[in-house]
């Protein structure tokens, strides 16, 4: 059904933050569940991280980084406008209890997705760490909301603008080398950081959760867009996961599945690019042409 | 034409069966645009006129919805067409759909007296006809509703079941609700069958008749996980009626499944169907098009799915299956649409792996020829690989079309709901009932895939049975209880 943009606000280059009203999502959803949107009669079905939900209110917090064309789309959306179609929430929550001492490690737009979860693991009595990561300072999101939800808060910067200098694997493992006791990792951010994580957990036996964002068309497990690869079997990630066993999972498969569109998505965004441009500088002309007198 | 010959009232001339007109092979391949254009009137009374009226008409029986298939054809034979829409509305709530889709073959046609020294009355092309003369007339008649019952029913996912269901239920005065996963409402019909084969247009304007009897529809509703069926019974459902389908795509378990350029039909079809990438980039949704494609599977849906590559642009489209011609599920007539078109059979081979270039697309498909060795658990001979027989076609994208698997949302947040060892919901043949009270399932997540028609006859069934269950009013048709199985 329409949802409607209740607020948005930028929050780090090209990422957002969302307010829609959503009340049936809002009511349902809990950590690790995602929502598919669609905001045109011609547009994609893509799936979005929830990052928060007030049931009360009847809306929903989501946040996207704009990478392709239906993200440049809502880029472009005002308050007050409608999101076509929103449906979820989809996929299984995560299985939440109290593991002992947690590390959730959140790369980029990842956060987004993290929050929410370790947010439920420090209510039902983790001791929680989070790694925070992102490409500069300016990237980090979140920053707040994880202090509030977290024990400890590590940041990570790939160019050293604030914490510490480095990605956020070489903090998880300093903090394994720190003989901290891990008994449950969460990550979710890029790929690499997420497989970099797994080949750190995966050889000391540590259990570790991740959340795959492969290519989905209806969510709901009709398709089979979003296969992956979980240890040797065919899963798929909008009924089966999204999260699964980091260990089990075939990263390299999930990039490649990843890039299977990129040449007609960079085509998409182009056009789209392209037609934004000409309505900037039609209106820049308007304004222009206004203000002589 | 090829028929050009007039009928003579006094004498029986015999009338051929007649053809519809349609695209040429050569220009259909160029276009998504529906295959035959349907009969000219004169066809239409033509045809009609050929049935005999048999006083107990074998047809029926075959009908798994009773439609009076005599009295329809002789209101056309009258040139009553808008009538003789009216007259399977009595009975069938989608005829432009039926029409198109159903295996007349199997069924209505297939019990047809006419077929034993000649060919059946085109039953199947005549509901067509008439279903889109009433549309095109814009004469589409509401049929007298009953009056309110007060009663409310929810009806889960908006295929051939599901509107069945929705469609009587409205008619007999209860209030409707159906509930969509996707953004459209149709299931199948929209996001599987493609636009050559039913158009859009048409199960938008069934879907719209239901609406003008007052169901309600409700698209972007994942029953399950935005409301479980438990919720929809409290929020004051007095039944529910469960048609989610069989959207669980089979993949065959090969190395190479995970290359892109790999789908399933259901996605293939999806992609194109729902969300029109063959209209990309007008459309967002992107798709793989093919130079060859190979279409796994001897069904309908890969029938669709080796036509549809071809007018994406294919150069060339094979169907690749296990088994020989004769054993192939599709619907003749697809299977020679098909042909016509240029899609190239390759009958007993085996597909042993999908072989992906350096950035992990598709290149290649090793397969193997098959024999036909003894007769297996279905009585058809089993196919049986010959050694040495492996070789390697060039491909960049594989369709998988081996089946589905029942969609799982419903049984995993329904307790209590009893389901099959492979997943299908449990319900009572003749009335739909499951485990739970109140809640009735019918079509593909009952049945496994199977056709439109059998779906809509279980959606019949069920709504008879739901009406009982909230009045106490005995609808049940008398009827033979065998139809014939159209797989």
């Not at chain 1, 307010?19 to 009669?41: T, Y």
């Amino acid at each position: 059904m329409p949802a409607r943009i209740l607020k948005k606000e930028r929050i780090a280059p090209a990422i957002y933050r969302m307010e829609v009203e959503a009340p049936l999502v809002a009511r349902k959803h809990r950590a690790g569940q995602f929502v598919i949107l669609r905001v045109s009669p011609t547009g994609e079905r893509i799936p979005l991280t929830v990052l928060d939900k007030d049931p009360a209110a009847g809306k929903i917090v989501i946040v996207f980084q704009v990478v392709g064309k239906t993200t440049m789309m809502l880029e472009d959306m005002a308050e007050g406008q409608e999101i076509l179609d929103l449906v979820g929430p989809l996929g299984h929550p995560t299985e939440i209890h109290n593991f002992g001492r947690a590390v959730c490690i959140a790369g980029g737009v990842g956060a987004a997705c993290v929050y929410p979860i370790a947010k439920a693991l420090k209510e039902a009595g983790n001791h929680v760490v989070t790694i925070l990561g992102g490409r500069t300072a300016e990237h980090l999101i979140l920053e707040r909301e994880f202090t509030a939800t977290s024990d400890r808060l590590d940041i990570c910067t790939d160019d050293g603008s604030k914490g510490l200098h480095g990605f956020v694997s070489h903090r998880f493992l300093q903090i394994l080398e720190e003989r901290e006791g891990v008994d449950y990792v969460l990550a979710v951010g890029p790929i690499l950081m997420m497989k970099a994580i797994c080949d750190i957990t995966r050889e000391r036996a540590i259990k570790t959760v991740v959340s795959l964002n492969a290519v989905m068309v209806d969510g709901t497990g009709m398709c089979g867009s979003c296969r992956v690869q979980v240890a040797g079997k065919t899963r798929f990630a909008c009924v089966d996961g999204p999260e699964f066993d980091g260990a089990d999972v075939d990263f390299k498969n999930l990039i490649s599945r990843l890039r299977a569109y990129k040449v007609l998505e960079d085509e998409s965004r182009q056009l789209y690019a392209a037609r934004r441009h000409a309505c900037e500088e039609r209106a820049q002309a308007e304004a222009a042409s206004e203000s002589q007198p | 034409m090829t028929d050009e010959q007039e009928p003579k009232p006094a004498k029986k001339a015999k009338t051929p069966r007649q053809k519809m007109a349609e695209q040429p092979a050569g220009e259909r391949t160029k276009n998504f645009n529906e295959v035959p254009f349907g009969f000219s009137p004169e066809q239409a009374v033509l045809e009609a006129a050929r049935c005999i009226q048999c006083k107990k008409p074998k047809c029926v029986d075959g009908c798994p919805v009773n439609i009076d298939i005599p009295g329809f054809l002789r209101l056309i034979r009258d040139g009553k067409f808008i009538e003789a829409a009216w007259k399977i509305k009595e009975q069938n709530s989608l005829p432009a759909i039926c029409g198109r889709v159903c295996p007349q073959e199997t069924q209505c046609e297939q019990l047809c007296v006419l077929g034993i020294k000649d060919k059946p009355v085109s039953i199947g092309y005549l509901e067509r006809y008439v279903a889109d003369a009433e549309r095109i007339a814009g004469e589409v008649r509401i049929p007298p509703l009953r009056p309110p019952t007060g009663k409310r029913v929810a009806v889960v996912g908006s295929g051939p079941a599901g509107l069945t269901v929705a469609g009587e239920l409205a008619k007999l005065g209860h209030k409707v609700t159906i509930f969509e996963a996707l953004h459209e409402p149709g299931g199948v019909l929209v996001y599987g069958i493609p636009e050559f084969r039913l158009p859009k247009a048409i199960v938008k304007a069934e879907v719209d008749y239901l609406r003008a009897l007052g169901v309600k529809v409700e698209v972007d509703m994942v029953i399950g996980k935005t409301i479980t069926v438990d919720e929809l019974l409290e929020m004051g459902h007095h039944a529910i009626f469960v048609a989610s389908g069989a959207g669980l795509p089979q993949f065959m378990r090969i190395p190479g499944e995970s290359l892109n350029g790999v789908y399933s039909a259901n996605e293939f079809l999806t992609r194109n169907n729902l969300m029109r990438s063959y209209q990309f980039p007008t459309y967002d949704t992107p798709l793989l098009r093919g130079k060859r494609v190979a279409t796994i599977g001897g069904g309908n849906v890969a029938m669709d799915s080796a036509r549809s590559a071809l007018r994406l642009g294919a150069e060339k489209s094979y169907i690749i299956y296990r088994r020989s011609r004769a054993e192939m599920p599709a619907r003749v007539d697809e299977i020679e649409h098909g042909e016509e078109e240029g899609v190239e059979f390759h009958f007993l081979t085996l597909p042993l792996k999908i072989v992906g270039n350096e950035q992990d697309y598709v290149r290649a498909m090793v397969v193997q020829r098959m024999e036909l060795g003894e007769p297996d658990d279905s009585g058809r001979r089993r196919p049986v690989p010959i050694p040495g027989s492996e070789f390697e076609m060039p491909v960049d994208v594989v369709v998988v079309a081996i089946g589905n698997n029942p969609n799982p949302l419903i049984p995993q947040t329904t307790p209590g709901l009893a389901v099959q060892k492979w997943g299908g919901i449990i319900a009572d043949e003749k009335t739909g009932k499951t485990s739970r009270d109140h809640v009735y399932a019918g079509g593909d997540i009952v049945t496994g895939a199977a056709t439109v028609i059998l779906a809509m006859g279980a959606g019949k069934n069920a709504a008879y049975a739901i009406h009982k269950e909230l009045t106490g009013e005995d609808l049940a048709p008398v009827k033979p209880e065998s139809t014939p199985s159209a797989s």
